[in-house]
Nanobody
C-alpha cells in the first residue's frame, strides 16, 4: 500500500511558476512509475506528465510540453512537477498518481494507476 500526499499548489499570475511535490509513503517508491493528472471544473481528468520508475523516462501532454517538467528523487520518495509559463487554462486540481512497475502504453489513462493523492489546487489568474 502506498499513500501519496501532494503540496505546492496555490494562486499565481499568468506567466508565473509553481513547483508541486508529491511524497510517497513506503519503502519501494523506486519501483513505482508516477504521474501528474489535473482536473478542471466540468472537465475530465487528464494526465499532464508521467515518469518511469527506473531510468526516469518522461512523457508529457501536448498542452504542457516545453512548460512543465516532471522529475523524481527516489531517496526522498518524492516526485515533482515544475510548472513554468503558467496560463489561466492550467487552473485545476492537480493529482499525483502511481503504479508499481513499468509506465506502459496506457500512461495517459487514469485507470492505469493504482494509487492517488488527495489533490492540490492550482489557480492561475489572468
Amino acid at each position: 500500500q502506498v499513500q501519496l500526499v501532494e503540496s505546492g499548489g496555490g494562486l499565481v499570475q499568468a506567466g508565473g511558476s509553481l513547483r508541486l511535490s508529491c511524497v510517497a509513503s513506503g519503502r519501494t517508491f523506486s519501483r513505482y512509475a508516477m504521474a501528474w493528472f489535473r482536473q478542471a471544473p466540468g472537465k475530465e481528468r487528464e494526465c499532464v506528465a508521467a515518469i518511469t520508475y527506473n531510468v526516469g523516462v518522461t512523457r508529457y501532454a501536448e498542452s504542457v510540453k516545453g512548460r512543465f517538467t516532471i522529475s523524481r528523487h527516489n531517496a526522498k520518495n518524492t516526485v515533482y512537477l515544475q510548472m513554468n509559463s503558467l496560463k489561466p487554462e492550467d487552473t485545476a486540481v492537480y493529482f499525483c498518481a502511481g503504479l508499481e512497475g513499468p509506465l506502459g502504453t496506457g500512461w495517459y489513462q487514469d485507470s492505469w494507476y493504482s494509487y492517488w493523492g488527495q489533490g492540490t489546487q492550482v489557480t492561475v489568474s489572468s
